[in-house]
C-alpha cells in the first residue's frame, strides 16, 4: 500500500529522472523499514520533511492522498499522518508521520509509494527520527 496521488504519464525507466524517482522510492522504503533500538528499550518513529511536485499540481496531488492519509490513520500504530500543502510555497508539500514501531510503520507502508505518485514527485527531503523519550511541551 503506498501514498495515493494523481495519475502521471509513464516515463522512459532509463532516463535520469527515472533513475531518481526510483531512488526516492528506495530511500521512503528504506525509512520505513530501518531500525536501530537498543533491546527492551521505547521507541516512536517520526518521518518528516517535505516533496515537490508541479507547480500547480499540489491540490490534485494532495486530493489523491486523501484515501491513503485516512488508511494510514486507521493503521496499528499510527499515532498521526499528514500531507500538507505550504502556505507560502505552491509546490511544497509537507509530511508529518508518527508510528509507535518501525514495523508498524513497515506493514502500512508496505512497497512504498503509488508509480503514479513517485512519478507526480519532483524532489523529495523527508527523514526518518527515532525517538527514544517525550516530554509535555
Known sequence: MGLAGPASPVRDPMSPRSAYLTGINMTLWYLAH????????????????????????????????????EQARAAAGCLDFLLAADPLDPDRIHIFERWESPEQLAAFRGAGPSDAQTAAIL???VHRYLISSVEAA
Open 34 to 69: 530501518q531500525r536501530y533500538p537498543a533491546p527492551g528499550e521505547a521507541l516512536m518513529l517520526i518521518i518528516a520533511g517535505s516533496l515537490r511536485v508541479e507547480p500547480g499540481a499540489r491540490d490534485d496531488y494532495l486530493s489523491g492522498c486523501r484515501e491513503t492519509i
Open 123 to 125: 524532489d523529495a527531503d
